[in-house]
């Protein structure tokens, strides 16, 4: 007996406690034509729900107008128990029809089949991956046995799944299969065909069912669940990236690497957008197509950015301009080098920056991060890096100090150095210069504008290279338990000192990788970088890591704190951190936050008056074994070529920065007496205010010459004394707009490395070409005396001669030779004589440190 013949009312129980598990299949947004059974309806969700489907349950097949298909993957189409209400109406028909074909799908079960085998459903009969057919068989136990293997249909079934067939006069239809559907799974039942057939219908997918998907069937977990699986292979496709990988990970721009894609449902013909950042970069960017398959290879264009490019997303489409979903998040890196500016190094290859004429290297660590149990310790080696190649392209962070607005700034991970090499390198190895940079030992890094290296590199042929160091608390904090920390070096408060040292370490080993000469190795600075290189020159340990010196406005001459000094000052640190505790108090020490070492004893600005916390090296009896005014005295020194000098008009920054309104001639003689003591009467009979513009010009020249002009006249006596070559030099070139007719203490550093004048120090101005004319003049001098020892070259007849400092050994036989660095270079003689001659019996302290000067 047909079955459309058959009147049949199906009674539906409820059978409630079925478990499930859920998450074995995809979810999707899941459309139920009602099955005209509430009940029937409620076991659909429930099974649906619980594998992760979004159900909404829709009117009954009958009624479908095409309503409620906007946000669905997929329809369910079960006329179970409204079968006899009728066909669907022609406008449901056709909006399911262009569901599928854009990519929907469908999963419907042998009813449908049989129906439209008696004129049901006509539009949609070419939706189905089976033919109309009405033969049909009745069997109540039913074995459906895999036929074909699919990842998300097979997802978490056995081979073969056993259920009871709701019992119905024609249970199971004889499916027809159509020509290129897949038969996934071939029934036992009494039609003895397929069970579980489907096929692609444009961009969609239809799955049927030989049974007839009512609740006998429902209620097997097993069944349910196989149900739940033809959703999600009938339903939009979901496509999901879970792995990407580059072939090589490490190539040269303009070569080629393989991108590939694993993932849920993606293929050869699949879409693939990426989301990433490109090297040194914290913000994400989007690429659309950016390849078609799972495996492509790319040409990495010549001019890609050299660095570590990062894949932080990937989102697959089938249809090329469909770019509506989520990425998913994924994480793969590919290297980019450069042809140029790729060096080895017995650590590993380093990529620098294309600069033209030069390349520079930003941020190569030269040692171990002084971070945890090495904060307050001396540096150790830097470990290799973990990549094949180093990408030395962005500037490293500064050490921790104040930034300009007071802050707290910078990083404890700071021991890192900037190289700037020219390209054009010749058969001989470059002279190298390692400059220490400024800041009063609390400020600046190597990233300072004023030192930049590029134009040194490419005009004079020199590798330079600027190394961090740790400031303040962190480089130069003294204290008892350090110094008894290792029983084999007794000594602390050194630490960005020997940071220094370790950079001319790695200098030595590894220059050569950058063209430079480890035999020619010059270290310069200006103030604090300046005195730092001094203390190099008096201390042992620093033997055979420089072979020439260039001391800039300071000289590292006038009296340092002691070892007993420091360690009372890093006893009040410790105190006012809150470590009081002798057993505890490294420990205590050490697990402070930056923000509290730094706010412990904030540093004020160098001024003649200053009251803050000064955080200078130490006089240990190790690293500097003794004052080193004294061992310049006793000739106890490394015997190198230097070159030193001041700026004519240095003592001005500091006293307009304590009397920025001027002072008064009690005021004048007050501040004598409080930082020359029992000498100023003495003082004031050499400086008397009547004879300057004001007292305050009276003051600024007392603390240029003794600060700065006399010091560098004095060590270049005690260097020359010693039988070495020392070449001094006075930078008088005012620039207007700049420092008010004045030359001030921080100018020359510019001038040397043909930099322009940018905030905070000393202010903003472009090199005019008068500047560039003498920054010329001194950039060669510097180069060559790096190069030589000696700043003359005899073929260079446009250069002025440079006389090496010679003391007068009688009057009119020879005398204490300068250079004058000014828009026209000349030589001068006895720098500042006559207040020089007076100031040299004395020993004085800093005018710009925290104790009066005549304080012993």
Not at 332 to 351: E, K, N, P, R, Y
Not at 641 to 647: E, F, H, R
Not at 709 to 720: D, H, K, M, S, W
Not at 758 to 784: E, F, H, K, M, Q
């Amino acid at each position: 007996m047909l079955k459309a013949w058959i009147k049949v009312i199906l009674v539906f129980g409820i059978v409630a406690g079925v478990a499930l598990s859920s998450g074995d299949a995809f979810g999707h947004n899941v459309l139920v034509l009602s099955t005209g059974s509430a009940t029937l309806d409620s076991r659909f969700q429930n099974v649906l729900r619980a594998y992760g489907h979004v159900v909404t349950i829709g009117t009954a097949y009958s009624r479908f107008d095409g309503a409620g298909l906007n946000g669905q993957d997929a329809v369910l189409l079960l006329p179970n128990v409204n079968w006899s209400a009728g066909d669907m109406p022609l406008s449901g028909q056709t909006a399911l029809v262009n569901f599928v074909s854009s990519g929907g799908g469908l999963v419907t079960s042998e009813w449908t089949v049989w129906m439209s085998a008696f004129g049901s459903f006509t539009n949609l009969v070419p939706l189905f991956a089976v033919q109309p057919h009405t033969g049909y068989g009745e069997s109540l136990a039913i074995t459906y046995v895999q036929a074909a293997a699919d990842p998300i249909l097979n997802k978490g079934l056995p081979s073969s799944i056993n259920f009871v067939a709701d019992y119905v006069e024609g249970t199971e239809t004889l499916l027809v299969p159509r020509p290129n559907s897949t038969t996934f799974y071939h029934s036992t039942g009494s039609a003895r065909g397929a069970g579980v057939v489907g096929w692609q219908f444009g961009s969609g997918r239809v799955i049927q069912f030989s049974t007839l998907l009512g609740d006998s069937e429902l209620a097997d977990v097993t069944f349910g669940h196989l149900v739940s699986n033809a959703v999600s292979l009938a339903g939009k496709l979901r496509l999901t990236v879970n792995q990407m990988s580059f072939e090589p990970a490490i190539v040269r721009a303009s070569n080629y690497s393989t991108a590939r894609f694993t993932g849920e449902s993606i293929a050869d013909d699949t879409y693939l957008d990426v989301r990433f950042r490109a090297p040194g970069s914290t913000t994400d960017e989007v690429a659309l197509n950016w390849q078609q398959g799972v495996s492509v290879e790319h040409s990495i264009p010549s001019g890609s950015a050299p660095g570590i490019w990062t894949i932080t997303g990937a989102r697959a489409h089938q249809n090329k301009d469909d770019h509506d979903g989520d990425f998913d998040p994924i994480s793969a890196t590919l290297a980019v080098t450069q042809a140029s500016c790729l060096v080895t190094t017995a650590a590993g290859d380093i990529q620098g920056v294309d600069l033209g004429a030069s390349c520079a290297f930003l941020g190569v660590p030269y040692a171990a991060a002084p971070i945890g149990g090495l904060r307050w310790k001396p540096p150790q080696p830097a470990p290799k890096w973990s990549s094949p190649v180093l990408f030395a392209t962005t500037p490293p962070s500064n050490c921790t100090s104040f930034n300009q607005a007071g802050l707290p700034a910078g990083s404890e991970d700071c021991l890192r150095l900037n190289i700037w090499m020219p390209k054009a390198i010749s058969t001989t190895s470059q002279p190298v210069i390692v400059w220490l940079h400024t800041g009063g030992f609390v400020a600046a890094s190597a990233n300072f504008a004023g030192h930049n290296g590029q134009q040194m590199a490419e005009r004079e042929g020199v590798v330079v290279v600027a190394p961090n160091y740790r400031l303040g608390p962190f480089g130069l904090m003294a204290h008892p338990a350090l110094t008894g920390e290792n029983a084999g070096y007794r000594s602390s408060g050194n630490y960005g000192f020997l940071d220094q040292r370790a950079a001319l370490t790695w200098v030595r080993d590894n220059i050569s990788s950058f063209g430079g000469d480890a035999g020619k190795v010059t270290i310069g600075g200006q103030s604090a970088g300046a005195h730092s290189v001094s203390l190099h020159v008096v201390s042992p340990g620093s033997a055979g890591l420089f072979q020439r010196a260039i001391m800039e406005s300071g000289y590292a001459s006038t009296r340092w704190k002691t070892i007993v000094e420091a360690e009372s000052q890093g006893n009040d640190f410790a105190i006012a951190l809150g470590c009081t505790n002798p057993a505890q108090v490294l420990a205590c020490l050490r697990s402070k936050s930056r923000e509290d070492v730094l706010r412990a004893a904030p540093p004020g600005r160098e001024e003649f008056i200053e009251t803050a916390n000064r955080w200078n090296p130490v006089v240990d009896g190790f690293e500097i074994p003794d004052q080193p005014r004294l061992l310049y005295e006793q000739g106890a020194f490394n015997r190198v070529p230097i070159l030193l000098g001041a700026n004519r008009d240095e003592g001005w920054t500091y006293v307009d920065r304590s009397f920025p309104s001027g002072l008064t001639e009690s005021q004048y003689q007050s501040a004598i007496e409080t930082e020359f003591g029992g000498v100023t009467a003495s003082i004031l009979a050499r400086y008397p205010a009547r004879e300057f513009p004001s007292p305050k010009e009276a003051l600024a020249q007392l603390t240029g010459d003794v600060e700065y002009i006399c010091e560098a006249a004095r060590l270049a006596e005690l260097v020359e004394r010693s039988g070495q070559r020392v070449y001094l030099y006075s930078l008088e070139y005012v620039m207007e707009g700049l420092a008010a007719n004045r030359v001030i203490h921080g100018l020359d550093t510019n001038l040397v490395f043909r930099n322009n004048y940018v905030a905070p120090n000393p202010g903003n101005r472009v090199l005019t070409a008068s500047d560039l004319a003498l920054s010329s003049a001194v950039s060669r001098y510097w180069a060559r005396f790096a190069a030589s020892g000696d700043p003359n070259v005899p073929k260079d007849e446009g250069a002025v001669q440079w006389s090496a400092f010679r003391r007068p050994i009688a009057p009119g036989i020879a005398s204490d030779q300068y250079l004058i660095l000014d828009s026209v270079i000349r030589e001068g003689k006895r720098l500042r004589g006559a207040q020089c001659d007076f100031l040299r019996p004395f020993f004085f302290r800093s005018i710009v440190g925290a104790v009066s000067a005549s304080m012993p």
